[in-house]
């Protein structure tokens, strides 16, 4: 009798934890947020300034160094990323760059995009020029709804005295949406929003 009470009991707590562990929510981490996919195509949409739209397409993946080219019908610039365990920073980037070459072994000036933990209220100060501003998670599921469906994202807004930019990266996608504010001209946004991934999409000139 008291090995078959104790065997009810033992599958009791099974089932409730079962029950448990399916309510919880799944937890992401700072590699889908933002991951590095070779020869990743993607197009955004923008909206509030003639330079929102723009195309991004991953040129080089080197270990935790990833090369991206964007351009928004202005310029193409390159950036560098780097991936550690509990951050995700650009390392180097480069304005005007029509070539093809690999900056992967670059460093200039390290700015963290995405830090753990990933919750709110994680805080990291950023660099802009001479000015130090505040870069902080301040939602880990935030809707952001696109022609190509419905994201729960971590939101990442960077504050600084007369701006403020808010982007939201989605599980294995990455950044979906950015949304830049001037805080001298309220009711204005500068809108850029993800309309279209491809894979195994190298730039025009790198084929």
Known sequence: ?????????????LALSACTNQNQPKTYTLEEYFPFQENKHQIFAGEGNEYAAFET?????????????????????ISVYSRELDKISRVFFEGESYGRWSAIDQFAQEEILLKSPLKVGT?????????????????????????????????????????????????????????????????????????????????????
């Open 1 to 13: 009798m008291k090995k078959r009470l104790l065997l009810i009991g033992i599958l009791s707590i």
């Open 57 to 77: 397409y991953v040129d080089y993946i080197d270990g935790n160094k990833m090369q991206e080219r964007k351009s928004n019908g202005g310029t193409i610039s």
């Open 123 to 207: 805080t990291w100060p950023v660099q802009q020029g001479n000015v130090e501003v505040e870069r902080s998670i301040t939602s880990v599921d935030y809707e952001v709804h696109t022609a190509m469906g419905v994201w729960k994202c971590i939101e990442v807004t960077t504050k600084s005295e007369y701006a403020t930019l808010k982007e939201y990266y989605a599980p294995s996608v990455g950044l979906v949406q950015q949304v830049f504010t001037n805080g001298q001209a309220p009711g204005s946004e500068i809108r850029s929003i993800l309309v279209k991934t491809e894979k195994e999409a190298k730039y025009p000139t790198m084929l």
